[in-house]
């Protein structure tokens, strides 16, 4: 199938949300064997060329929310709320055919659209122009809707059985950790791949300049910096970064944290505030993008240690991340990195949602000596060059599009 134009397309491609950033490796991939990627979505930053970017389509608008907030916890709503819902998908079903038709797109790979129903009209036009249209769609499942406890009850079951995911002879899937294709398997009677999480680790990263980036973050250069490369929302346990801070008692340890976006509302960051405020922690919040004028790799140059202590995840970009740039790392142990990544080696602080003594003492020592870990970056970074690369998701995408094809 090389050689064909494949339509990525999802509520948004901007940011350094793990959708936003996986997208991009995978549409990277994908035109390494040969493909033309085109994007089609609700949101659409630099980088994401060519795209047709239409606001219905995205997540975070006033009234989404409102469409959300009337049909996600309760059992019931109005038929007007959806006769709403029917509308705007119609409305986005005539968008999306038209815009395949008119970019001649072969293959739709809706980005988590079809997976996690954040916008509802969205993923029902994908489902229903996929069963009409019959144009071959392989759906990238990042988060799905029983992992999240905000979309249960709901009044829209048979939107979710029908849209997230859909089915149908016509539509391929792909999940990211071996967890997810089980319960999609289980739930749904669909057989996904599993395509997870990767870096390029075949060209190491440039040295990022961490002296810039402490700079932009009005850090010196003998502060100690814990970095949470993660957004800003509850499930990341933030606030255990924040704990270890206070229980090192060092005051020149700052945590930073490089992703702003509050995806789940901003009141969640001030309460982060307030909670650093109260232990005496130093808390910043730095950019890693274009208003700064730092990037990722500056902030992990910066970091002296990566804390990851996230309960959830659909697999762990920032993890991954952590192992490209080879940057020691503490890690809560969710349950994807129970499954599909410690076992493959990884070397790390581990903590079960809980900061231990002995955890506490580990990152001390890490941060004492960077010879006690200069080996376990190496070794992670191995780990990912044989699970996590872009040689290994190549091998995948090429079997999930032969699939669609055959």
């Given amino acids: 199938m090389s050689g064909l134009h494949i339509g990525m397309i999802g509520t948004r491609f901007a940011g350094l949300d793990g959708v936003t950033l ?17 994007w089609f979505g609700g949101r659409i930053g630099p980088g994401f060329e060519p795209a047709f970017e239409d606001p219905e389509a995205y997540f975070d608008t006033p009234e989404n929310h409102e469409l959300n907030a009337q049909v996600f916890q309760t059992s019931t709503c109005p038929d ?3 006769e709403e819902l029917e509308r705007r998908a119609g409305a986005l079903q005539t968008l999306i055919a038209n815009w395949v038709e008119e970019e001649r797109v072969d293959v739709l790979m809706p980005q988590n659209a079809s997976a996690i129903p954040v916008q509802l009209p969205l993923g029902l036009a994908i489902a229903r122009h996929a069963a009409a249209a019959r144009t071959a769609t392989l759906a990238h499942h990042h988060d799905l809707a029983w992992e999240r406890d905000r979309f249960w009850p709901n009044a829209v079951g048979g939107v979710l059985d029908e849209a997230f995911p859909p089915k149908g002879a016509s539509v391929g899937h792909l999940a990211i950790n071996t967890l997810a294709a089980a319960e ?3 739930r749904k009677g669909i057989a996904a791949l599993v395509l ?3 870096m390029d680790f075949a060209n190491p990263p440039d040295p990022g300049d961490g002296t810039a980036f402490r700079h932009v973050a009005g850090l010196s250069e003998t502060d100690v910096v814990l970095l949470q490369p993660t ?4 499930r990341k346990g933030i606030e255990d970064t924040v704990r270890l801070a206070q229980r090192l008692g060092d005051p020149a340890i700052k945590v930073v944290v490089t992703h702003p976006e509050p995806d789940e509302g901003a009141g969640y960051v001030e309460q982060l505030i307030r909670f650093a405020e109260s232990l005496s922690v130093d808390f910043r919040i730095v950019p890693a993008n274009a208003a700064t004028a730092v990037g990722l790799a500056d902030a992990y140059a910066a970091a002296d240690l990566v804390t990851y202590p996230s309960r959830i ?3 762990g970009n920032a993890l991954v991340e952590t192992f490209y740039f080879r940057r020691p790392v503490l890690i809560n142990r969710f349950p994807v990195y129970r499954a599909d990544i410690g076992p493959r080696g990884v070397q790390a602080i581990e903590m079960e949602d809980e900061l231990t003594d002995e955890v506490v003492a580990s990152a001390a020592r890490w941060l004492a000596d960077a010879d006690l870990w200069a080996d376990a970056v190496a ?20 079997e999930a599009l032969d699939r669609l094809a055959s």
């Fill in 22 to 38: 996986e997208s991009l490796k995978v549409a990277d991939v994908l035109r390494s064997l040969g493909y033309r990627v085109s």
């Fill in 80 to 82: 007007a709320v959806l």
């Fill in 184 to 186: 999609l398997r289980k």
């Fill in 196 to 198: 997870p999480n990767i």
């Fill in 231 to 234: 957004r800003m929302i509850p």
């Fill in 313 to 315: 995840e659909g697999f």
């Fill in 379 to 398: 070794a992670n970074y191995e780990v990912g060059r044989r699970f996590f690369s872009y040689e290994a998701a190549s091998a995948v995408l090429a």
